[in-house]
């Protein structure tokens, strides 16, 4: 009676929205551009140079020379490894302290779950930037604590997001099923709920780390990120501002480099939304 | 009754795009209704029932097209029919009730305005006129204060009222043709049989036919004219009721009324069921379609596709179909009747279980302390005494809200009981904690109801049950992946079967291996938490016919939690009745089943629905419905509010005394032995009296 097996799963599109696509071919070149810089880029991206000070974009410096004579483009190529390694790692560390922490919440008694969450609310409560700077005012300012000050202020949205993925997972009886047969609580946690939560999650990573570039970015202008004279594009940024009427290209080439990337991931991360998510597919089994 | 019929399908076809290319929903359906006919259209899900409801009403999503057929509605054709006409008719001329009535209200609306929305749209009613049609509409399918309650919004109502409502609203402006899907299906079994008798007596005082959808042949029996039995897309049989469920002529319909546990005397027998199930759509079966799992297959049947044909007074799709009475024995109940219901000491003895759960927290002002804050709570199982012998099985009986389910997960530990105390094998295992508990989990599994929600979908079957093993101690790999297989083995499973995901899988193969890892720790004691009520029939006795199978085996003793009283009395040795978190009786089943029995044993009794035709009709005795807002009652007799036979304030103020007519039968009641032995003699239609 078993030989036949039926499955009526309508399965999913193999071909995904367009969105999908672009945005991953957008982040994929970024990401190859990061990866190869120091190859690819025309000049060293600290070579400074006197004679060749504030030159507008040329066949020599294709996006120009910013106020010591270095190449803005080589600058901007090694800047995106920058912008990347903040993007991932302050998502990376985020999801490293909030997943945990909104599993335990989502599935542990009222009390715990209460301790978590108003904590979560406390953390809510200061915006980011001030967040960030209180943690980064108490030592010197360097990429990887900024890295880390972006990372805890995604934390409590994080919290938030595996605490209400793991509430609707809990009720499932399969996670009984588990506690019948004695497992323990973390077994529960990571090999039962998170499997299942992985796509929610996944989703949110990618929108995530937008944010975090951006985040990450403003607090370099501030000064309390990368230090000179790293090609941080928020540092460039910030560095360039007195030429932005005299050489504006200085501030142009990271800025639209980062509003390409931005726009890269979102694509990327909506696109797979709506690949991942069965209620945005119009296929339904009769 | 008029020649041409109200509604003609015929050689309907209806297809649903998929990625790997068009899926035959429907083949070539034909079937007709008269005016003043009810017609049922049976099969099990994935038949494409509901797929016809939805065509008839112009309602199929983009995803499907009607490759051929008509629609014919007092001669003109549906499928080619202009939006706006189609859009007079339905609702207007053609109606529709659909099976959730807590889906299919708006919550943020009131029901008054639900109901009269059709007027509005289709005869173009003012507000305050279609208002008092609906008033009177309210009254007509009983529903009680029918003014008030225009106002009252869905979530305040109970679900056999919001189904009122929603028959109400289908018929508010008269139609000829009301097109039911499954609309008893969400409910109770006491709520269904009022819901029946009242469409019963709309369709005789309307002369309204109906085209009835349902998986419940019992359903059918009680309601319909013909039936029309549908299987894979395909009408496999069509006839008179009397005649379909007598004498079926498909080996399929045969096989369905095989499958129905009966409440009846001879128990312990094994059912039935239908072999193999339901071909994947778009992977049709050559020849006959039935053939895979029909048990008088021949040759012939595996080439030879299988055509519509009329016999005696319907038509049936099968050859071999003026044979079928000769092999009524080979179908039948399989199997003699086995074992003796267990004996010796309790394996598990609940005394005085309470569990109460806070319903939130409200200051209350005034009082001696001027402020305090008072608790509210809501009883779910309210000192519940039982016991289970090695090798028994209990079933436990209730409706939506009795308590039973919490029950189950108390003993087995999973909730935490706030009174009382679980012994297990002697030990006390109420507050056990560390090795104890752990010992006592391996002794003591659980079976839940929902075959998709009872298996992690992210992992292999072998690995889920597996993971059990690993739990019980160390065990080589070899070892491990024996077990596994013969685990999935003594359920009727091959090996192979430890490398599939559970979407891969049936609901009835899903709901084997939830058996097979609650069987991995060697348990004494399960507890079914309505192992079968998400199952088609079919399957349903398959699971059925395995769970009594693995108890004369291994010696297991069951809590069979169900709804569904012919279910619990083909299996259980021993009955129990559960409402509003209380055991009103409990015995033997076959005391149970006859006289003398608890008032609400008696409503459940003659509320099943039943497919033998033999019998008579039972007088239905209706249990008064909610009223608006009532609750369980919390002092005397917690079912005096219902309680068909309420002697008086008694039944209000006293908790009920234990009787016991038999040796281990006991019944909790006010009423004297003596007057419970006789039905009661008036059935209160409660709904129309309570005030």
Redesign the interface.
């Known amino acids: ?2 030989d ?11 071909r995904g929205p367009l969105n999908l696509w672009l945005g991953l071919a957008i982040t994929g070149s970024i990401v190859a551009l990061a990866l190869l810089a120091p190859v690819i880029a025309p000049y060293p991206f600290d070579e400074m140079s006197i004679l060749t000070r504030l030159k507008p974009p040329s066949l020599a410096h294709w996006f120009g020379t910013d106020d010591f004579g270095r190449d803005v483009f080589s600058r901007t190529l090694m800047g995106a490894q920058y912008s990347l390694l903040m993007g991932f790692g302050a998502t990376l560390i985020s999801f490293a302290i909030g997943v945990p922490l909104g599993l335990l919440s989502g599935y542990s008694s009222r009390t715990v779950d209460e301790a978590i969450m108003r904590l979560m609310d406390i953390l809510m409560s200061f915006p980011p930037i001030l967040l960030g700077l209180l943690i980064l005012t108490v030592t010197p300012p360097s990429l990887s604590k900024a890295m880390i000050a972006v990372g805890i202020v995604y934390v409590p949205a994080i919290v938030r997001l595996a605490r209400s993925v793991t509430l609707e997972i809990a009720q ?3 996670i ?8 323990s609580t973390a077994y529960i946690l990571f090999r ?1 709920i998170l ?2 939560a992985w796509p929610p999650l996944i989703v949110e990573a990618g929108l995530r780390v937008t944010f975090a570039i951006l985040l990450g970015a403003a607090f370099s202008f501030l000064g309390m990120g990368a230090q000179p004279p790293s090609s941080d594009w928020g540092l460039m940024i910030s560095d360039a501002r007195p030429y932005l009427e005299t050489a504006p290209w200085i501030v142009l080439a990271p800025g639209i480099a980062m509003s390409l990337t931005v726009i890269g991931i979102n694509l990327f991360g909506d696109g797979l939304r709506q690949a991942l998510d069965p209620r945005l597919n ?5 | 009754m008029n020649d041409e019929p109200l509604l003609k399908v015929e050689g309907l076809s209806v297809a649903y795009a998929s990625p790997g290319g068009d899926v035959a929903a429907l083949q070539d359906v034909s079937f007709q209704v008269a005016k003043g006919e009810a017609l049922a259209l049976v099969g099990e899900s994935g038949s494409g029932k509901s797929t016809i409801a939805l065509a008839v009403l112009g309602l199929l999503g983009a995803e499907a097209t009607i490759r051929s057929g008509q629609i014919l509605y007092a001669g003109k054709d549906l499928t080619n029919m202009p939006a706006g006409e189609l859009g007079r008719i339905r609702g207007n001329r053609v109606s529709m009730v659909f099976q959730d009535p807590f889906g299919t209200l708006n919550p943020g609306m009131t029901v008054g305005r639900q109901a009269a929305e059709p007027l509005i749209r289709h005869q173009g009613l003012a507000r305050d006129a279609a208002m008092e049609r609906v008033v009177a509409a309210f009254a007509e399918v009983g529903l009680p204060r029918p003014a008030e309650l225009v106002t009252s919004y869905p979530h305040q109502l109970s679900g056999g009222m919001q189904q009122r409502i929603l028959i109400a609203a289908a018929l508010i402006c008269e139609p000829d043709l009301i097109i039911l899907d499954e609309p008893t299906t969400a409910l109770d079994v006491t709520i269904e049989a009022q819901i029946l008798d009242l469409l019963m007596e709309l369709r005789q005082r309307r002369n309204l036919a109906m085209l009835f959808i349902t998986h419940n042949l019992g359903v059918v029996n009680r309601i319909c004219d013909r039936v029309c039995v549908l299987y894979a897309g395909h009408v496999v049989e069509e006839g008179p009721k009397n005649l379909t469920l007598r004498r079926p002529r498909h080996p399929y319909t045969q096989g369905l009324l095989g499958a129905i546990p009966k409440i009846g005397p001879e128990r312990h027998g094994r059912l039935s069921p239908i072999p193999g199930h339901l071909p994947a759509p778009g992977n049709v079966p050559k020849g006959c379609i039935f053939n895979p799992r029909c048990a008088y297959a021949l040759d012939r049947c595996q080439t030879e596709p299988q055509s519509l044909r009329s016999m005696d007074g319907g038509s049936v799709r099968c050859w071999r179909a003026e044979d079928l009475p000769k092999f009524r024995h080979q179908a039948g109940v399989i199997g003699e009747p086995s074992r003796s219901p267990g004996t010796g000491v309790p394996l598990l003895d609940v005394k005085e279980m309470r569990k109460t759960y806070p319903l939130g927290r409200r200051i209350k002002l005034g009082g001696p302390r001027l402020v305090s804050i008072e608790r509210r709570d809501v009883n779910a199982v309210n000192g519940v005494t039982l016991r289970v012998r090695a090798g028994e099985v209990l079933g436990l009986v209730g409706e939506s809200g009795s308590g039973k389910s919490t029950l189950g997960r108390c003993i087995v530990r999973l909730v935490d009981t706030t009174d009382g105390q679980i012994h297990f094998d002697g030990k006390d295992v109420t507050h056990a904690r560390g090795d104890a508990l752990h010992k006592f989990r391996g002794d003591v599994q659980i079976i839940f109801q929902n075959p998709a929600s009872s298996l992690n979908p992210r992992r292999r079957v072998g690995a889920t049950i597996g993971r059990s093993l690993d739990l019980l101690g160390k065990i080589s790999k070899q070892d491990r992946q024996a077990r596994i297989e013969e685990l999935l083995q003594s359920v009727g499973l091959p090996p192979y079967f430890a490398e599939r995901f559970p979407h891969q899988l049936s609901g009835g193969e899903r709901q084997r291996v939830s058996i097979a890892r609650a069987l991995a720790s060697n348990p004494k004691f399960i507890v079914c938490d309505e192992p079968v009520s998400a199952l088609d029939v079919s399957v349903q006795a398959t699971v059925l016919n395995l769970l009594s199978d693995l108890r004369d085996k291994l010696q297991l003793a069951y809590l069979f939690i169900s709804h569904d009283l012919s279910a619990v009395a083909h299996i259980a040795d021993r009955i129990a009745v559960m409402y509003g978190g209380v055991i009103f009786e409990q015995g033997p089943t076959a005391a149970v089943l006859s006289r003398p029995n608890h008032p609400y044993t008696e409503a459940l009794l003659s509320a099943v629905p039943t497919v033998d035709l033999t019998l008579p009709e039972p007088e239905r005795i209706a249990l008064r419905d909610q009223s608006l807002g009532m609750k369980v009652a919390t002092t005397g007799c917690r079912f005096h509010t219902r309680c068909p036979r309420k002697i008086g304030a008694i039944c209000e103020t006293e908790a009920p005394p234990l009787l016991e007519p038999s040796e281990g039968h006991w019944i909790r009641c006010h009423l004297p032995l003596d007057v419970l032995a006789y039905p009661a003699t008036v059935t209160t239609d409660g709904d129309r009296k309570i005030a």
Do not use: H, L, W, Y
Request: proline share 3%; aromatic share 4%.
């Open positions: 009676m078993v036949v097996i039926s499955d009526t799963r309508v399965k999913r599109s193999r499932e009886e399969f009984q099923a588990a506690k019948a047969r004695d497992d039962e499997p299942n119009s296929s339904k089994s009769g």
